[in-house]
């Protein structure tokens, strides 16, 4: 599965590319997660429910930041297992000063494997851009105050 | 080999039941739901078995953690590769190719997976809802490796390794030399090209796996219960595995709720499930659910072909070359190498090649494996030699029907050889065609596409003139005998028990060998039972699969009924005060030759023999007795199979408006049987042709893991067939029987395939790969600028 | 293939629903026919502590005349409504979904409301729903409210029906025979590739068409519907009209369609759901 999405946000790139870094802001803006911790200078351990209406699985995993160019560019890998399978993603994010605010591009990859893959495939592409489109919407909230 | 007076049965078939449309006996109970699955077995003290699979194709094993599953109440245990491989043995394969190279199939994964479902632990508990609940509490970290998917690439020198202890991804490789073949292509007018691609299949028995395993320990001896189609295979495989002698063990397929090839085989769980009965001293038991059967049951088909094809402009066909790739999976289970070299063996069809050479490659990939499914290399086999006939017709503007008769034998020159060396037993294949051209009112067919093509519509009329090999076969030529066993036994009351050492699972024998014995024996069906499917009852056998069952169980009944009938008369000689020589044997009854009033029927002889007070000198009380039925030859039915569609050019959609069937199985037993296995098999090929596809993605996750993504036909996506047939008589057993549980199969995807093309042909369009769904079908037509 | 541990309630009045659902709030999940909710559980992917089935509950089944519409209670069957000579004379877009839902099993067992709540991207009542401008009435713990239709089914598998909340009923207009719903569907799970509703007034030179299958959530064709105020149908203006049929939405893509195709299908299916609908009056 693989998405592209632009976003637009009314803050400066420093300001998007230090919450991108933050888990207390990560853990608001990606629904269902439950935890987001720092443990080490790139890695975050991670909780996160994901589904949709009543078919939800909990995945326990871990984010780590493979590449970052403040304020520029990051890409973030992450991979978690629950008991519907196992999720891998990978987002490459480039952020560009547009106007008074920002545009950020995030170009990503996902995988999903067990019982999602096996039963739910169909619906792995529309929750995964369901998933970024909810995630880049609240970080706007969050950016414009 | 022609049936002759010497090995033409002595005994005359008298009642006619041979012949006749019959009700199965074995219905009422199926269809009131009081049969016994190996599910409904009640046996006390049972644990439940619950396998945890791996999620990933490809991945080595970090740790297993099991103890907060074992803490869980009602869980007797939780066993690892670690707990039981040095104490199971591997996964046999009957049929290893040489110079192949086969990995290691422990029974649970070692220290890594290969292949999604690869059962990794299991879990025993009181009830089977614990035994789930505690896959849930099992931690398993792996580490994921890239996966072997495309069998193409595999093949490519940087490619990862599937087994990297193999050094290679190629499993094995077999070739078949057939004839001239270069001296063959010198002489062409023309070489043809096509790449032609067998999609993977996934069988879906209407009931998943399951066994019971119950050990006695006063014994030291072992009972499975399993859904197979291979119990005496089993028996003989199994002991080694659990290290236990092979008179020690008792497998009894109960109820079979279909097999298709995929219970043809030993699996880990059987191996699993019989080792924890023994080391927990209690019984196990194990059902399997849809998904780890759509992911961990052996799948069939997945070949890529590229052939060339050497032709001259009148039509003839001169010679193949074929080079196959076959995408065997990651592990060899019982067959898994030998099914696509009968693809390569049966690749001339039903034509006079001159020759024709073979190169397969078998693959290992991070999938299930494949193995043997309703057909087995011979679908495959008849696809591509009839695409390649409809190829040649096009290409050179002939009548495909006249390009097929003017490469087939005629009936006089049979017992035929073909270019890939086997002896062809009989076969009028112009009688069959003519029937089913005449039944599909083939003149009348071709004005409606004429007509249909003027109006604008994707009008297509396909047939297949199909062979194959089936009843296999010689025991010189099979992995390890391939004779059937039969008992027959005339009880004291003069009832019959007849016993099989086939295992019909669905195929009706109970009926159909009760129809020959009362024939044969001259007694009434209803006086008769036949018994099957467990080995303490049926002590030899060769079990069911690849159409063997009644051409071969059948003859044995055959041969054991003659010799009872020989018996029989030396007593009835000795009772008549006549010689053996004076008796007539007659719809039942021995009389001396002339005296038919003075008759003895079997209840009178039977009790004679078993109380044993009046026997002649030498005789041996009882009248009973079994024999092995060697045949000299596989059988070769075929057939002609006919099909109208129509696509709908917006939406690609293939709709099946005619479907005419003419199938030559030799003599029938039991035509109504017969139908049955012609719809079935042409049902599975109506699936395998527009909907069936199993799917992995390019991590190796099994996408049509269910069916709500695995298409298998409904009753409304099977069109009304019209069904004949020929007879022409099998000089391979007594019977003259040929096989007809795969026919369907094989006959009927190619002359689907022949009529989508047709009606995608005005468009320019040469050839498209199964399945048609409406997307492929649709973007073949966009390609080709057709109006959407 | 065994769900995970449940409390189970069968409530005989709605109230009774209701109030179960308050108690257990999050950790509950109703049941109407289960065609949905019991394959989910079976594969652990839906795991409730509490299952509150609603499925005796006479007063939900229902089919009536009522104020100039027709209200159906939300536990009324696929085959309720398929053979609803009511239906059939007044609203016969909604037969002739039901008709085409899953098999007969499913049909008789499957419900309306529960499908409709449930909000499958390729369940086939969203499609009549939008095309029909449905009202939803939904009661909860705060009362009674009616939804529209555009409104009533949010996104993927979400509808407008919060936790606590039961829908209760849908009201649909009367309609000229002028209506159709076309489907091509999954092969294997008999879902919608596409599944086209139109409703066409010819008086008023207006139609409806919606959209299932094709998108996250069913869709009006707004831009095909817009073409066609005010024109007579011909084959002509329904071909032009349905070209626009896939515009301005994100088609689904999976093994079994891609969306480029899906669009394509939004297409055909719309021009071949207003000829027939067109035909019949």
Redesign the interface.
């Known amino acids: 599965m693989k998405l592209a999405a632009t976003y637009v946000f009314r803050a400066l790139p420093e300001k998007v590319f230090a919450a991108l870094i933050d888990p207390a802001i990560l853990q608001k803006c990606i629904e269902g997660c439950e935890k987001m911790e720092k443990t080490g200078e790139d890695t975050y351990d991670a909780n996160i429910k994901i ?7 909990s995945y326990v995993g871990k984010v780590r930041i493979e590449e970052k160019k403040p304020p520029e560019s990051i890409t973030l890998q992450a991979e978690g297992k629950g ?2 399978g196992w999720v891998k993603g990978t987002a490459r994010i480039q952020i560009s000063p547009e106007g008074e605010g920002s545009e950020l591009e995030c170009e990503s990859e996902g995988q999903v494997g067990g ?2 893959a096996q ?5 792995v ?3 995964g ?2 998933m970024q489109d909810e995630f880049f919407r609240k970080l706007g909230k969050y950016l414009e105050g | 080999m022609t049936v002759t007076t010497e090995n033409a049965p002595k005994v005359k078939a008298s009642q006619g039941y041979f012949g006749r449309a019959m009700k199965r006996v074995e219905d009422p109970r199926l269809i009131k739901g009081i049969a016994t699955y190996v599910d409904d077995l009640k046996i006390p003290g049972v644990l439940h078995a619950e396998f945890v699979r791996s999620p990933h194709a490809n991945a080595k094993i970090k740790s297993i953690k099991t103890d907060t599953a074992k803490k869980l109440q009602g869980v007797v245990g939780i066993f690892t590769g670690a707990d039981v491989n040095d104490k199971v043995g591997t996964i046999p394969c009957a049929s290893p190719i040489p110079g192949g190279k086969s990995p290691e199939h422990t029974v649970l994964a070692g220290a890594r997976v290969y292949f999604v479902g690869h059962p990794v632990a299991v879990v025993v508990a009181e009830t ?2 614990i035994a ?2 505690a896959l ?1 509490l099992i931690e398993v970290d792996y580490e994921p490796l890239p996966a072997v998917i495309d069998p193409e690439k595999a093949l490519e020198k940087d490619s990862p390794l599937t087994h990297p202890e193999l050094g290679t991804n190629v499993a094995f490789t077999w070739s078949l030399p057939g004839g001239d073949v270069d001296g063959a292509f010198k002489e062409a007018d023309s070489v043809l090209k096509l790449r032609i691609i067998h999609p993977r299949l996934t069988p879906m028995a209407i009931e998943p796996r399951g066994c019971a395993a119950s050990w006695h320990a006063g014994e030291s001896s072992l009972t499975l219960w399993t859904s197979t189609q291979i119990p005496h295979l089993v028996r003989t495989l199994l002991p080694g595995l659990i290290r236990i002698p092979e008179n020690k063990l008792r497998v009894v397929a109960p109820e079979v709720g279909g097999g298709f090839g995929s219970k043809l085989n030993l699996y880990a769980e059987e191996a699993v499930v019989s080792h924890l009965a023994m080391r927990l001293d209690r019984p196990v038991k194990w059902i399997e ?3 780890e059967n759509a992911a961990a049951t052996t799948h069939g088909r997945d070949q890529i072909a590229d052939n060339e094809i050497a032709i001259q402009k009148d039509g003839t066909v001169l010679a193949i070359r074929s080079k196959i790739i076959a995408d065997v999976g990651s592990y060899w289970q019982l067959l898994t190498p030998a099914i696509p070299t009968l693809t390569g063996l049966m690749l001339c069809g039903c034509y006079k090649l001159k020759a024709v050479r073979v190169d397969l490659t078998g693959v290992h990939t991070n999938k299930m494996s494949t193995d043997a499914y309703r057909g087995a290399g011979r679908p495959e086999a008849a696809y591509m030699i009839e695409r390649v006939m409809d190829l040649v017709a096009s290409e050179l503007g002939l009548d495909p029907v006249e390009v097929r008769l003017k490469n087939m034998p005629e009936s006089t020159e049979f017992p035929f050889t073909t270019a890939t060396g086997l002896l062809y037993d009989s076969g009028n294949y112009q009688d069959a065609l003519e029937k089913a051209q005449e039944l599909a009112e083939w003149p009348k067919l071709i004005k409606e596409r004429d007509a249909a093509r003027k109006a604008g519509r994707l009008f297509g009329i396909g047939l297949s003139t199909y062979v194959e090999i089936c009843a296999l076969g010689p025991s010189k030529t099979m992995a390890a005998g391939g004779w059937e066993w039969g008992c027959v036994r005339i009880e004291i009351s003069g009832k019959v028990t007849v016993i099989t050492g086939a295992t019909p699972h669905g195929q009706g024998q109970e009926t159909s060998f009760a129809q020959i014995a009362a024939d044969w024996l001259g007694v009434p069906i209803e006086d008769i039972v036949v018994l099957r499917g467990d080995t303490a009852t049926a002590h030899f056998g060769r079990d069911t699969y690849g159409s063997r069952a009644t051409a071969l169980g059948g003859s044995a009944i055959v041969m054991s009924i003659e010799k009872i009938v020989e018996k029989a008369k030396t007593l009835a000689a000795a009772l008549l005060k006549s010689t053996p020589k004076e008796i007539e044997f007659k719809n039942g009854k021995f009389f001396v030759n002339g005296d038919g009033k003075n008759a003895l029927g079997w209840g009178q002889l039977a009790s004679e023999a078993y109380i044993a007070k009046n026997l002649p000198p030498g005789f041996e009380p009882g009248l009973e007795a079994s024999s092995f039925f060697e045949p000299p030859n596989c059988t070769f039915p075929f057939g002609t199979h006919i099909v109208a569609v129509d696509v709908d050019r ?2 690609g ?1 293939v709709s099946i408006l005619k479907y005419i069937a003419v199938d030559d199985c030799g003599k029938q037993v039991n035509p109504l049987l017969i139908e049955g296995q012609v719809q079935g098999g042409i049902a599975q090929s109506v699936g395998a042709a ?2 069936e596809n199993t ?1 992995y993605d390019e991590n190796g996750q099994l ?2 893991g269910e ?6 036909p ?1 009753a409304k ?1 099977i069109p009304d067939f019209i069904l004949g047939s020929t007879e022409t008589p099998s000089p391979s057993n007594p019977l003259g029987v040929k096989g007809v549980g795969e026919a369907g199969t094989i006959g009927a995807t190619p002359a689907i395939a022949n009529a989508v093309v047709d009606a995608l042909s005005p468009l320019g369009i040469r050839h498209l790969d199964l399945p048609f ?3 492929r079908v ?2 073949a037509i966009q390609e080709k600028g057709g109006r ?1 | ?2 769900p ?2 449940f409390d189970y309630f069968r409530p005989s009045t709605l109230d009774e629903a209701l109030g179960l659902l308050v108690k257990h709030g999050e950790d509950a ?1 109703v049941l109407a026919g289960g065609h949905s ?1 019991i394959p ?1 559980m079976k ?4 795991q ?1 502590k509490v299952v509150v089935d609603i499925g005796r509950i006479g007063d939900l089944r229902s089919i009536g005349e009522r104020d100039g519409k027709i209200a159906i209670g939300a536990l009324t069957t696929h085959f309720e409504i398929e053979s609803s000579d009511l239906l059939l004379r007044s609203c016969p877009l909604l037969p002739e979904v039901a008709g085409q839902i899953g ?1 007969v099993q499913v049909r008789n067992k499957g419900t309306i409301g529960g499908s409709c709540v ?2 499958d ?1 390729a369940g086939d009542w969203p499609a009549a729903m939008l095309a029909l401008d449905a009202e939803f009435e939904i009661t909860g713990p705060r009362g009674s409210r009616t939804v529209a239709a555009n409104d009533f089914f949010v ?4 509808s407008a029906v919060e936790s606590g909340e039961i829908l209760k009923s849908i009201r649909v207009p009367v309609t000229p025979k002028t209506v159709a719903y076309v489907k ?1 569907a ?4 008999g879902f919608a ?1 596409a599944g086209v509703a139109a409703v066409v007034d010819k008086a008023q030179k207006s139609v409806a068409v919606a959209v299932t299958g094709v998108a ?1 959530k069913a869709y009006r064709a707004a831009g095909a519907e817009s073409s066609l105020r005010g024109l007579d149908l011909s084959a002509a203006t329904i071909a032009t009209a349905a070209q626009k049929a896939a515009n301005g939405i ?1 088609p ?7 969306a480029e ?1 899906r669009a ?2 939004a297409r ?1 299916q719309t021009k071949r759901a207003l000829e027939l609908a067109a035909s019949r009056g």
């Not at chain 1, 039963?119 to 619906?123: A, I, N």
């Not at chain 3, 594969?43 to 839906?46: E, G, K, Q």
């Not at chain 3, 996104?155 to 979400?158: A, G, K, Q, Y």
């Not at chain 3, 689904?252 to 369609?257: E, R, V, Y």
């Open positions: 589904g949709v209406a009543g078919i939800k699985g008991g519907p019982l999602i039963v739910g495939s169909r619906l592409e529309a929750v851009k369901k | 089977r809802t789930r609940d849930d659910g849809r998904r917006e939406t959609q527009l909907m799917v996408l049509t069916f709500m993504d695995y298409a298998i409904r996506d769904t409406p997307e649709w973007r959407s | 293939m065994i995970a541990a999940k909710l989910a594969l652990r992917l839906s409730p098999d449930h909000a991207p996104d993927m598998l979400t091509i999954q092969k294997a799970s590739l996250a994100d689904l893509s999976d093994i079994h369609a891609s195709f394509h299908l055909v």
